[in-house]
């Protein structure tokens, strides 16, 4: 999954390393090109050197192919801007800014951000959650974040469709709490069925998330 990331400083650099270990394809716009060179050689990725915010820097970085657009620039007007070109003139479906101001939050979310993150400690969670999860939408945090409930929709072409529960080896700290199927209600047990088309709530703890992910093979 290709994202695409503006702003190479501590936080660009962060986020894309962390997206990196997990399997996506970040790729970063930066307006220093020093910075650019030292980000290139390090990670091992595609490194743009401009503005994040321009038509035509966008258009260079193939943004349309994209699945995840995400701007930590210490401007909001900026990652404002960037955002709403990136779903407007090039239809990337999933849009992050850094929130340098606390009172611009509202101002964000009412002009078409996604998700709009007000400081820099949480960004990388909040990509983690939200971001890369086209299936998964999280539902509540519990204990300052160590935890979430999370709903996942699986997929028509669920590969463990079928499996019950104990067949299904999940992370050590994961419980589905239940299913949804055709508007039923099921309390699972371990010799409980998942099939396509259900939708589960998890209880599963931030370490652990990611493996969710791959155990459930929802990344295929």
Do not use: W
């Given at each position: 999954?290709?994202v695409?990331?503006?702003?190479?400083?501590?936080v660009?650099?962060?986020?894309?390393?962390?997206l990196?270990e997990?399997?996506?394809?970040?790729?970063?716009?930066e307006?220093d090109?020093?910075?650019?060179e030292?980000i290139?050689?390090?990670l091992?990725i595609?490194?743009?050197?401009g503005?994040?915010?321009?038509?035509d820097c966008?258009?260079?970085?193939?943004?349309a192919?994209?699945?995840?657009?995400?701007?930590?620039t210490?401007?909001?007007e900026?990652?404002?801007?960037?955002?709403?070109m990136?779903?407007k003139?090039?239809?990337i479906?999933?849009?992050?800014a850094?929130v340098?101001?606390?009172?611009?939050?509202?101002?964000m979310k009412?002009?078409?951000?996604?998700i709009?993150?007000?400081?820099?400690d949480?960004?990388a969670?909040?990509?983690?959650?939200?971001?890369d999860?086209?299936?998964i939408r999280?539902?509540?945090?519990?204990?300052q974040g160590?935890a979430?409930?999370?709903e996942i929709?699986?997929?028509?072409?669920?590969a463990?469709?079928g499996?019950?529960?104990s067949?299904?080896?999940?992370?050590?700290?994961?419980?589905?709490?239940?299913?949804t199927r055709r508007?039923?209600?099921?309390i699972?047990r371990?010799?409980?069925?998942?099939?396509s088309?259900?939708?589960i709530?998890?209880?599963v703890s931030?370490?652990d998330?990611h493996?969710?992910?791959k155990?459930?093979?929802?990344?295929r």
């Amino acid at each position: 999954m290709k994202v695409l990331v503006i702003g190479g400083g501590k936080v660009g650099y962060y986020l894309s390393k962390t997206l990196l270990e997990h399997g996506y394809t970040p790729v970063i716009i930066e307006q220093d090109r020093k910075l650019c060179e030292h980000i290139a050689d390090d990670l091992g990725i595609t490194v743009i050197c401009g503005d994040g915010s321009s038509p035509d820097c966008l258009e260079s970085a193939d943004a349309a192919s994209a699945q995840s657009f995400v701007t930590v620039t210490g401007s909001d007007e900026t990652n404002l801007v960037a955002c709403q070109m990136a779903k407007k003139m090039f239809g990337i479906p999933k849009t992050v800014a850094r929130v340098n101001n606390p009172k611009n939050l509202g101002v964000m979310k009412a002009l078409g951000v996604d998700i709009p993150v007000c400081g820099t400690d949480s960004i990388a969670r909040q990509l983690e959650r939200e971001v890369d999860f086209a299936a998964i939408r999280q539902v509540m945090a519990l204990n300052q974040g160590q935890a979430v409930i999370s709903e996942i929709q699986l997929p028509d072409n669920f590969a463990f469709s079928g499996a019950s529960l104990s067949q299904i080896k999940l992370p050590d700290e994961c419980v589905i709490i239940s299913i949804t199927r055709r508007g039923n209600l099921i309390i699972p047990r371990g010799k409980t069925c998942l099939l396509s088309g259900d939708k589960i709530l998890v209880l599963v703890s931030n370490e652990d998330a990611h493996q969710l992910r791959k155990c459930l093979q929802l990344d295929r």
